[in-house]
T-cell receptor
Framework: NAGVTQTPKFRVLKTGQSMTLLCAQD?????MYWYRQDPGMGLRLIHY???????AKGEVPDGYNVSRLKKQNFLLGLESAAPSQTSVYFC????????????????FGSGTRLTVV | QQQVKQSPQSLIVQKGGISIINCAYE??????FPWYQQFPGKGPALLIA?????SEKKEGRFTISFNKSAKQFSLHIMDSQPGDSATYFC???????????FGKGTLLTVNP
């Protein structure tokens, strides 16, 4: 059981380039999330999805797009990379069942470290 | 607007000591309060969680204390070990949204 897998693990981009980060989960979770982590800022939500074909904006969505064409995959796209998007990106998923029963919390991937130069 | 405030930002404890991390929340609709542990180079992992209908939950050396009236909760790590050195995030979930709200994290260092 792999859980949540993120690819790639590391990437260096030049300003203006585009790229897609892939998140795949094998737990049949409905909810999926993309966060970015920056020093002193904690985890900030970029976009999330509550099911296949749905997406919604989080706290810091500007400059990013997402797609959830298949239940198990959640893609994060950077349209035109900027140095301010240098960060560690985490994908997470969650069981949609009543959290008060499962208290299962989120399952996170191991992250993608992105540097934009 | 930061809905979950976490303190301290960093904490240094000697081996065998007690580590205490505090969080305060604003939204009374929150009804699930997890703590996540993150080691360098890894994603956060669920450590322990509590519902607001209990005042304390203990799992091994880790205890969450919850004060609903004060809208505060804290993580206590008893007999802290160097292997506990990590970043800890408190979080809150509830209301009409589908997402956790995280604190900014506490970097814990346990010296041998």
């Amino acid at each position: 059981n792999a859980g949540v897998t993120q690819t790639p693990k590391f990437r260096v981009l030049k300003t203006g380039q585009s790229m897609t980060l892939l998140c795949a989960q094998d737990m049949n979770h409905e909810y999926m999330y993309w966060y970015r982590q920056d020093p002193g800022m904690g985890l900030r939500l970029i976009h999330y999805s509550v099911g296949e074909g749905t997406t919604a904006k989080g706290e810091v969505p500007d400059g990013y797009n997402v797609s959830r064409l298949k239940k198990q995959n959640f893609l994060l796209g950077l349209e035109s990379a900027a140095p301010s998007q240098t960060s560690v990106y985490f994908c997470a998923s969650r069981d949609h069942r009543d959290r008060r029963i499962s208290l299962g919390g989120y399952t996170f991937g191991s992250g993608t470290r992105l540097t934009v130069v | 607007q930061q809905q979950v405030k976490q303190s301290p930002q960093s904490l240094i404890v000697q081996k065998g000591g007690i580590s205490i991390i505090n969080c305060a929340y604003e939204n009374t609709a929150f009804d699930y309060f997890p703590w996540y542990q993150q080691f360098p180079g890894k994603g956060p992992a669920l450590l322990i969680a509590i519902r607001p209908d209990v005042s304390e939950k203990k799992e091994g050396r880790f205890t969450i204390s919850f004060n609903k009236s004060a809208k505060q909760f804290s993580l206590h790590i008893m007999d802290s070990q160097p292997g506990d050195s990590a970043t800890y995030f408190c979080a809150a979930y509830g209301g009409s949204n589908y997402k956790l709200t995280f604190g900014k994290g506490t970097l814990l260092t346990v010296n041998p």
